[in-house]
């Protein structure tokens, strides 16, 4: 028994690099007169324990709106989904060794990186909480961006309908380890 | 991963790589993590209206939207200063159009020109499509009917049944590029009684519609029918050159036509003018999309 489960903590050691297929990220903006919102359970993200890289990435098609039509604006006009199909969030966990997976616990950690959206590529740094429980990681973050720092034009018409800033949030419900099928 | 195909790949191949460059060279540890294949993806927004001008296009209603459609058409410009080269004349067509489910949305109209009411419903049956299961067009059937409810002109009013006409439609289109958009419409007008012996009680034609995107909120359309089996001494192809413009919540479409009627046996069978001739009026539709059922997050 014992021997058993050395061997299972050994391998949750050796293993270094986690991942996730459904990574929530959501996004909200705020105008006078239009609150605007849209969520993606499809982000795909990965992060190594040991050398504190961590990566997203995620199709802008994915974002689901309340109205179709602003679905149809956002994908077509605003963020060029079809030339620009996708978000990548490349970064480093700079405290990654205050992350101690074997142990559960909330941890807070800064991430700093840089966020690829509408073809511009910008530094973005974050404070992220992973939580491990019972040995399954989640994460939680949010970061807010400058729509016009990703040549994302907002015409005159629209502007009192359409937030200059635009709040991420990021919940990542389970990172599996990597090879590990058994986290959709 | 993109979502043009066919003949625009290796444009679409070589914009991918160079996007997909800087990224890679950053050594990504997501590469492999993410499928090769991309789920479906509808392609989308290849018209901005259901309608290229008069015609049904390829778009549908998303479901739960109502699009409140207000229609003009003007008098002929060549009338001259007397009329305001057409403005002075109008007649009007109000609608509302709804989407049930993302395929399937009915419409009821009603135009000023023979008080004439039209009901429709068109569905979607193939919706163009890139990655599984991915398709190269889009096929849609419009249904419709209509039924005139004014004064004949000089004889007595007809009875119900000889006062009302149907169609069938089929829609094939593809969004070819970001830019341009095409699509074939083969049409059937029933009229259960026309009024000049040498007209045809049904009559065929061949639609065509284009869209060409100027601008992220600006297109060009053009819309066109031929008449298949009417004489041209009777009917006239209908042809519209327009401009679509996206406002956020609107989209105006305005054009020059030599068509009057803003439904189908009206456009179809009863365009008497030359477009070339320049026996061209004047006219817009205005859309105004309200989402009375939003989708649930």
């Known amino acids: 028994m014992m021997f058993l489960l050395t061997s299972v903590i050994q391998t949750a050691a050796a293993q270094t690099k986690y991942f996730s297929k459904s990574g929530k990220i959501s996004f909200y903006s705020k105008a006078p007169l239009e609150d605007i919102e849209a969520h993606n359970f499809r982000a795909v993200t990965v992060f190594d324990a040991t050398s504190g890289q961590i990566e997203f990435s995620v199709l802008m098609k994915g974002f689901e709106f309340e109205k179709a039509k602003m679905q149809e604006h956002f994908n077509e006009n605003y963020v060029e989904s079809n030339k620009y199909p996708k978000a990548v969030f490349m970064g480093n966990i700079q405290n990654i060794n205050d992350l101690t997976l074997e142990k559960d616990g909330v941890y807070t950690v800064q991430v700093s990186g840089s966020l690829t959206l509408h073809g511009v590529t910008k530094p973005q740094h974050a404070q992220a909480v992973f939580t491990v429980k019972n040995g399954a990681i989640s994460a939680v973050s949010d970061l807010t961006i400058l729509v016009a720092d990703y040549h994302i034009k907002i015409p005159a018409l629209v502007a009192d309908k359409i937030g200059k800033w635009v709040k991420i949030v990021i919940h990542v419900p389970s990172y599996g380890p990597l090879g590990s099928k058994s986290n959709g | ?297």
């Open chain 2, 1 to 297: 991963m993109h979502n043009f195909n066919g003949m625009k790949k290796i444009v679409t191949i070589s914009v991918c790589m160079t996007w997909l460059l800087p990224v890679m060279s950053q050594e990504s540890m997501l590469k492999g993590i993410e499928d090769s294949l991309p789920e479906r993806q509808k392609v989308t927004a290849a018209f901005k209206s259901t309608r290229v001008i008069n015609a049904h296009s390829m778009e549908m209603l998303a479901k739960g939207n109502l699009d409140f459609r207000i229609l003009h058409r003007f008098g002929r410009i060549n009338s001259g200063v007397k009329q305001w080269f057409g403005l002075d004349d109008a007649t009007m067509r109000m609608a509302f159009e709804y989407g049930m489910t993302d395929r399937v949305m009915v419409g009821v109209g009603r135009s000023t020109y023979r008080k004439e009411i039209d009901v429709f419903s068109k569905t979607s049956i193939l919706q163009q499509s890139t990655g599984l299961k991915s398709s190269p067009f889009s096929l849609l059937l419009a249904l419709g009917a209509m039924w005139w409810t004014g004064q004949a002109f000089d004889t007595i009013k007809p009875k119900s049944s000889d006062r009302t006409s149907y169609y069938v439609q089929l829609i094939a289109g593809r969004k070819f590029s970001e830019f341009f958009s095409f699509q074939l419409s083969p049409i059937l007008v029933h009229r259960n009684r026309v009024y000049n012996l040498n007209e045809e009680n049904t009559v065929f034609a061949l639609g065509a519609g284009a869209r060409y995107k100027l601008s992220k909120r600006l297109a060009i359309t053009v819309d066109y029918h031929h008449s298949l089996n009417e004489l041209p001494s009777i009917n006239t192809d209908p042809l519209s050159v327009g401009v679509d413009i996206e406002t956020g919540g609107h989209v105006f479409q305005l054009h020059f036509s030599n068509a009057v009627g803003m439904n189908e046996r009206a456009y179809i069978t009863e365009t008497t003018e030359s477009f070339f001739n320049g026996d061209i009026r004047f006219g817009f539709n205005l859309s105004r999309i309200f989402t009375l059922h939003k989708k649930k997050q």
